[in-house]
């Protein structure tokens, strides 16, 4: 297997963030996204979507999406399972994973695209050009804010976003926490559940994947 991979990006460190979590070593290309390397005409034949992750199997096959990667990941590698357990716990995660995606990454990614020169034209991820929104990054900003509270209010009570253990959710929630900081936004001294919880992950050993 191929994982095509940013280093400073965030949706792909989700996907080493699983495979870490999981045990698995894989071979990993760069795709420069500052340079525009997921634009060109070789990447976009691996990937039409112009978007990383992206994981190459050893047939051939190419799947996109980190919900579709993980997918494959579990289904071939169950000995530590990342979806969940029971079938409750496998909605749950499934649930907390779409709303931190919904809640979390994409505010955070309006917030920046849409303010960043560094996104002019590329307001979205994606083949097409987009132009910048000034008033979605300010929503995002106001977005992010609840997120915060609610990642901290779910974190009230329990060690981590699901179950028992780590799944899914904890990695999409630690990566879009960190992202924000794209944005200049930190969980708050009051969000002290948010914040434990932050630093338990970050002293697992696959943090630093
Ligand atoms: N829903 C996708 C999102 C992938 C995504 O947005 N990747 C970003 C990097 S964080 C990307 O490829 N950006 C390309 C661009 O900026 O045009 C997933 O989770 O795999």
């Not at 976003?161 to 904890?170: P, S």
């Amino acid at each position: 297997m191929i994982l095509y991979d940013c280093r400073t990006a965030p949706s792909p460190r989700r996907a080493r963030l699983f495979i870490a979590e999981k045990g698995l070593t894989v071979e990993t290309v760069q795709v420069d996204l500052a340079k525009g390397e997921h634009l060109t005409d070789a990447f976009r034949a691996i990937s039409p979507q112009c978007t990383v992750p992206v994981l190459k199997l050893d047939d051939g096959d190419v799947i996109t999406e980190n919900v579709a990667i993980a997918r494959y990941l579990e289904e071939m590698f169950p000995a530590v399972p990342l979806l969940g357990r029971t079938p409750a716990e496998k909605a749950h995660v499934a649930e907390w994973n779409a709303r931190v995606e919904f809640e979390g990454l994409a505010p955070i990614a309006d917030a920046l695209r849409n303010s960043a020169r560094g996104f002019q034209g590329r307001a979205l991820v994606g083949p097409r050009g987009f132009e910048q929104i000034p008033a979605l990054a300010e929503r995002g900003r106001q977005r992010l804010a609840d997120f915060f509270a609610t990642l901290d209010g779910r974190l009230a009570d329990r060690d981590f976003v699901v179950g028992d253990g780590l799944t899914m959710a904890d990695i999409t929630a630690v990566v879009a926490v960190d992202f924000a900081a794209w944005v200049k936004q930190v969980p708050g001294d009051d969000l002290v559940h948010l914040r434990r919880w932050h630093a338990a992950m970050k002293a697992r050993p696959s943090y630093a994947a």
